[in-house]
């Protein structure tokens, strides 16, 4: 079946340091690929996609690239400030019966202290 | 933005009693809603997608007597948890894709979830 396999945390990092989150799957056919985020208190929040082999999806200095060759989509920033704290979900997206689903990794909760 | 509210936020019930948690589309209409549950330290698990009009589509292993999900409307969905037990105890969260082309990049919008403690 399909599945997501995410780093575990928590990770607490310090401002400015490099993340990377790690993030495999498992799929039949072409699935998308995304990154949520859940910021204290709020809902989940689409971070990035990708929708085929090699896209890279990016937003708020996070970027994600699509690997088929090693069933990857790591989360990387450069440098994380404390307003990145949030737990951040792996994700990919199939059509099962019909119907788009999303199947989720089990999250990872990061902490940046000042 | 879109915005999508779930209540209660947190809910703390006695073992045998029903309870209902509402999933409301705020400025869109949802013609699809997805209800998760997450336990502590685990991934969300898709429990059934809702669709207006419709009966809803259960998850295998997911029962349909024990969470009743009513999509009345296009813009609310609602989970009752019947005869709920402590292993009902969980996070729950719901989801509503919207439609309409603009939303295209990014259509689905979650609820900020329920906390449901079951004594």
């Known amino acids: 079946g399909n599945s997501v396999t995410q780093m575990e945390g928590p990770v607490t990092l310090s401002e400015e340091a490099f993340l990377t989150i790690n993030c495999t799957y498992t799929a039949t056919g072409y699935p998308s690929l995304f990154w949520y985020v859940q910021y204290p208190g709020e809902g989940l929040q689409l971070l990035l996609k990708a929708t085929k082999a090699d896209d890279k999806g990016s937003n708020k200095g996070f970027e994600a690239t699509y690997r088929k060759e090693t069933t990857s989509f790591h989360l990387e920033k450069g440098s994380v400030q404390v307003s990145d704290s949030a737990v951040y979900f792996c994700a990919l997206s199939m059509v099962q019966g019909g119907s788009e689903k999303l199947v989720f990794g089990k999250g990872m909760k990061l902490t940046v202290n000042p | 933005g879109a915005v999508v509210s779930q209540h209660p936020s947190w809910v703390i019930c006695k073992s045998g009693t029903s309870v209902k948690i509402e999933c409301r589309s705020l400025d869109f209409q949802a013609t699809t809603m997805f209800w998760y549950r997450q336990f502590p330290k685990q991934s969300l698990m898709l429990m059934a997608t809702s669709n207006e009009g419709s009966k809803a589509t259960y998850e295998q292993g997911v029962e349909k007597d024990k969470f009743l999900i009513n999509h009345a409307s296009l813009t609310l969905s609602t989970l009752t948890v019947t005869s709920a037990h402590p292993e009902d105890s969980s996070f729950y969260i719901c989801?509503?894709?919207?439609?309409?082309?603009?939303?295209?990049?990014?259509?689905?919008?979650f609820g900020n979830g329920t906390r449901l403690t079951v004594t």
């Open positions: 989801s509503a894709k919207d439609p309409s082309p603009s939303a295209y990049n990014s259509p689905l919008h």
